[in-house]
Protein backbone atom coordinates (compact mmCIF):
# COMPACT_ATOMS: atom_id res chain seq x y z
CA UNK A 1 0.00 0.00 0.00
CA UNK A 2 1.19 3.47 -0.60
CA UNK A 3 2.00 5.89 1.89
CA UNK A 4 -0.39 8.52 0.39
CA UNK A 5 -3.00 7.57 -2.19
CA UNK A 6 -4.88 9.60 -4.14
CA UNK A 7 -7.48 9.55 -7.53
CA UNK A 8 -5.02 10.10 -10.58
CA UNK A 9 -8.28 11.53 -12.46
CA UNK A 10 -8.65 13.45 -14.49
CA UNK A 11 -11.54 15.40 -13.10
CA UNK A 12 -13.47 17.32 -15.66
CA UNK A 13 -14.97 20.02 -14.12
CA UNK A 14 -17.02 22.82 -16.33
CA UNK A 15 -15.91 26.08 -15.31
CA UNK A 16 -17.84 28.41 -12.58
CA UNK A 17 -18.60 24.55 -10.89
CA UNK A 18 -17.13 23.13 -7.57
CA UNK A 19 -14.85 20.17 -7.43
CA UNK A 20 -13.51 18.17 -4.66
CA UNK A 21 -11.25 14.98 -4.20
CA UNK A 22 -9.09 14.03 -1.25
CA UNK A 23 -6.38 11.95 -0.51
CA UNK A 24 -5.49 9.56 2.46
CA UNK A 25 -2.34 8.52 4.12
CA UNK A 26 -1.38 5.19 5.83
CA UNK A 27 1.12 6.47 8.61
CA UNK A 28 -0.91 8.21 11.85
CA UNK A 29 1.85 9.48 13.23
CA UNK A 30 2.20 12.23 10.18
CA UNK A 31 2.34 15.96 11.55
CA UNK A 32 1.79 17.82 8.99
CA UNK A 33 -0.23 18.30 5.32
CA UNK A 34 -0.02 19.95 2.56
CA UNK A 35 -1.41 20.55 -1.13
CA UNK A 36 0.75 21.41 -3.74
CA UNK A 37 0.19 22.27 -7.60
CA UNK A 38 2.16 21.38 -10.08
CA UNK A 39 1.55 22.31 -13.61
CA UNK A 40 2.98 20.44 -16.60
CA UNK A 41 6.77 19.93 -17.03
CA UNK A 42 6.76 22.61 -13.63
CA UNK A 43 8.10 22.15 -10.00
CA UNK A 44 5.37 21.81 -7.65
CA UNK A 45 4.08 25.09 -6.16
CA UNK A 46 2.70 24.84 -2.73
CA UNK A 47 -0.83 25.92 -2.77
CA UNK A 48 -2.16 25.49 1.03
CA UNK A 49 -1.00 23.70 4.37
CA UNK A 50 -3.90 21.85 6.45
CA UNK A 51 -4.47 22.71 9.70
CA UNK A 52 -6.63 20.28 12.14
CA UNK A 53 -9.67 22.76 11.83
CA UNK A 54 -9.21 22.74 8.42
CA UNK A 55 -8.67 26.15 6.70
CA UNK A 56 -10.11 28.44 4.12
CA UNK A 57 -7.96 30.49 1.17
CA UNK A 58 -9.94 32.29 -1.23
CA UNK A 59 -11.80 29.56 -3.36
CA UNK A 60 -9.62 26.67 -1.84
CA UNK A 61 -10.49 24.95 1.36
CA UNK A 62 -8.50 22.07 2.46
CA UNK A 63 -9.51 19.57 5.37
CA UNK A 64 -8.04 16.68 7.59
CA UNK A 65 -9.66 13.77 9.46
CA UNK A 66 -7.14 12.67 11.89
CA UNK A 67 -9.37 9.24 12.43
CA UNK A 68 -10.06 8.34 9.03
CA UNK A 69 -6.50 9.56 7.74
CA UNK A 70 -7.65 11.89 5.17
CA UNK A 71 -7.27 14.91 3.63
CA UNK A 72 -9.46 16.96 0.94
CA UNK A 73 -9.21 19.80 -1.00
CA UNK A 74 -12.58 21.27 -2.89
CA UNK A 75 -12.40 23.95 -5.08
CA UNK A 76 -15.25 26.41 -5.61
CA UNK A 77 -16.02 28.24 -8.72
CA UNK A 78 -13.37 26.85 -11.67
CA UNK A 79 -11.39 28.87 -13.39
CA UNK A 80 -9.86 27.67 -16.18
CA UNK A 81 -6.43 28.28 -14.46
CA UNK A 82 -6.98 26.16 -11.98
CA UNK A 83 -6.18 23.07 -14.44
CA UNK A 84 -3.49 21.53 -12.87
CA UNK A 85 -2.46 18.80 -10.84
CA UNK A 86 -2.78 18.83 -7.20
CA UNK A 87 -0.26 16.76 -4.78
CA UNK A 88 -1.23 15.74 -1.75
CA UNK A 89 1.68 15.92 0.75
CA UNK A 90 2.39 14.69 4.01
CA UNK A 91 5.45 15.38 6.34
CA UNK A 92 5.88 12.62 9.19
CA UNK A 93 8.81 14.74 11.21
CA UNK A 94 9.62 17.59 11.93
CA UNK A 95 12.08 18.63 9.27
CA UNK A 96 12.30 15.69 7.43
CA UNK A 97 10.97 13.97 4.26
CA UNK A 98 7.73 14.65 2.55
CA UNK A 99 5.49 12.44 1.46
CA UNK A 100 3.56 12.96 -2.29
CA UNK A 101 1.06 11.27 -3.17
CA UNK A 102 0.68 10.62 -6.91
CA UNK A 103 -1.47 13.54 -8.20
CA UNK A 104 -4.62 14.43 -9.16
CA UNK A 105 -5.16 15.81 -12.79
CA UNK A 106 -8.15 18.87 -12.50
CA UNK A 107 -9.05 19.99 -16.15
CA UNK A 108 -11.38 23.17 -15.89
CA UNK A 109 -13.11 23.13 -19.42
CA UNK A 110 -14.92 26.48 -20.75
CA UNK B 1 8.95 32.89 -7.62
CA UNK B 2 10.42 31.01 -4.99
CA UNK B 3 14.08 32.00 -5.20
CA UNK B 4 15.57 28.24 -5.25
CA UNK B 5 17.65 28.13 -8.45
CA UNK B 6 18.93 24.34 -9.61
CA UNK B 7 21.30 24.03 -12.34
CA UNK B 8 21.27 22.95 -15.12
CA UNK B 9 17.86 22.72 -16.42
CA UNK B 10 18.37 20.03 -18.72
CA UNK B 11 21.06 17.21 -19.18
CA UNK B 12 21.74 14.09 -20.80
CA UNK B 13 24.37 11.42 -19.81
CA UNK B 14 24.69 7.69 -21.31
CA UNK B 15 24.52 4.85 -18.47
CA UNK B 16 27.24 4.74 -16.55
CA UNK B 17 27.83 7.98 -16.46
CA UNK B 18 28.16 10.14 -13.10
CA UNK B 19 26.46 13.55 -13.21
CA UNK B 20 26.25 16.47 -10.69
CA UNK B 21 23.15 18.39 -10.36
CA UNK B 22 23.44 21.82 -8.15
CA UNK B 23 20.91 23.77 -5.85
CA UNK B 24 21.24 27.03 -4.23
CA UNK B 25 18.24 27.25 -1.30
CA UNK B 26 15.73 30.50 -0.86
CA UNK B 27 17.33 33.05 1.42
CA UNK B 28 17.54 32.73 5.32
CA UNK B 29 16.60 28.76 4.69
CA UNK B 30 18.80 25.97 6.08
CA UNK B 31 17.70 23.16 4.77
CA UNK B 32 17.92 21.62 1.83
CA UNK B 33 15.98 18.41 0.32
CA UNK B 34 16.02 16.67 -3.17
CA UNK B 35 12.98 14.52 -4.96
CA UNK B 36 13.26 12.50 -7.72
CA UNK B 37 9.69 12.87 -9.97
CA UNK B 38 9.50 10.29 -12.63
CA UNK B 39 7.04 11.13 -15.58
CA UNK B 40 3.03 10.64 -14.45
CA UNK B 41 4.46 10.07 -10.52
CA UNK B 42 4.73 12.34 -7.55
CA UNK B 43 8.07 13.54 -6.48
CA UNK B 44 10.19 10.90 -4.26
CA UNK B 45 12.10 11.40 -1.66
CA UNK B 46 15.98 11.33 -2.00
CA UNK B 47 17.62 12.16 0.72
CA UNK B 48 17.85 15.86 2.89
CA UNK B 49 20.92 18.31 4.24
CA UNK B 50 20.88 19.97 7.13
CA UNK B 51 23.72 22.05 8.57
CA UNK B 52 26.07 20.40 6.20
CA UNK B 53 24.76 16.98 7.20
CA UNK B 54 22.68 13.85 5.94
CA UNK B 55 19.83 14.54 8.11
CA UNK B 56 17.04 11.60 6.29
CA UNK B 57 17.27 8.92 3.51
CA UNK B 58 14.82 7.98 1.10
CA UNK B 59 14.68 4.62 -0.17
CA UNK B 60 17.72 5.19 -2.74
CA UNK B 61 21.30 3.49 -3.55
CA UNK B 62 23.87 4.65 -2.00
CA UNK B 63 24.74 5.56 -5.76
CA UNK B 64 23.04 8.56 -4.69
CA UNK B 65 24.70 11.07 -2.74
CA UNK B 66 24.83 14.55 -1.81
CA UNK B 67 26.64 17.70 -0.49
CA UNK B 68 25.39 20.66 1.54
CA UNK B 69 28.04 23.89 1.84
CA UNK B 70 28.06 26.57 4.28
CA UNK B 71 25.98 29.26 2.49
CA UNK B 72 23.56 25.95 2.39
CA UNK B 73 23.74 25.24 -1.30
CA UNK B 74 23.69 21.60 -2.45
CA UNK B 75 24.70 19.22 -4.73
CA UNK B 76 23.14 15.80 -5.71
CA UNK B 77 25.56 13.34 -7.13
CA UNK B 78 24.43 10.31 -9.15
CA UNK B 79 26.99 7.60 -9.97
CA UNK B 80 26.54 5.03 -12.60
CA UNK B 81 23.74 6.10 -14.40
CA UNK B 82 21.44 3.80 -14.96
CA UNK B 83 18.30 4.39 -17.63
CA UNK B 84 15.83 4.30 -14.67
CA UNK B 85 17.34 7.99 -13.59
CA UNK B 86 15.83 9.22 -16.06
CA UNK B 87 13.46 11.67 -14.62
CA UNK B 88 12.91 15.68 -12.84
CA UNK B 89 15.23 16.29 -9.99
CA UNK B 90 13.58 18.89 -7.82
CA UNK B 91 15.78 20.41 -5.04
CA UNK B 92 13.32 22.22 -2.11
CA UNK B 93 14.75 24.87 0.27
CA UNK B 94 12.91 25.37 3.69
CA UNK B 95 13.61 26.53 7.67
CA UNK B 96 13.86 24.13 9.91
CA UNK B 97 12.92 25.52 13.20
CA UNK B 98 10.44 27.73 12.79
CA UNK B 99 7.34 26.33 13.20
CA UNK B 100 5.62 22.84 13.02
CA UNK B 101 4.79 22.96 9.12
CA UNK B 102 8.46 23.79 7.65
CA UNK B 103 6.83 23.96 4.23
CA UNK B 104 9.42 23.30 1.94
CA UNK B 105 9.55 25.37 -1.64
CA UNK B 106 11.19 23.86 -4.94
CA UNK B 107 13.24 24.91 -7.54
CA UNK B 108 12.24 24.55 -11.33
CA UNK B 109 14.15 21.10 -11.31
CA UNK B 110 16.67 19.52 -13.49
CA UNK B 111 15.87 17.25 -15.99
CA UNK B 112 18.20 14.60 -17.07
CA UNK B 113 17.80 11.87 -19.37
CA UNK B 114 20.44 9.06 -19.37
CA UNK B 115 20.45 7.44 -22.98
Not at chain 1, 3 to 23: K, L, R
Not at chain 1, 31 to 54: A, H, I, T
Not at chain 2, 19 to 33: A, F, I, K, M, P
Not at chain 2, 58 to 73: E, M, T
Request: a neutral charge; proline letters at 5%; hydrophobic letters at 30%.
Amino acid sequence: RKEVEQDPGPFNVPEGATVAFNCTYSNSASQSFFWYRQDCRKEPKLLMSVYSSGNEDGRFTAQLNRASQYISLLIRDSKLSDSATYLCVVNGAAGNKLTFGGGTRVLVKP
Amino acid sequence: ETGVTQSPTHLIKTRGQQVTLRCSSQSGHNTVSWYQQALGQGPQFIFQYYREEENGRGNFPPRFSGLQFPNYSSELNVNALELDDSALYLCASSLVGTSSYNEQFFGPGTRLTVL
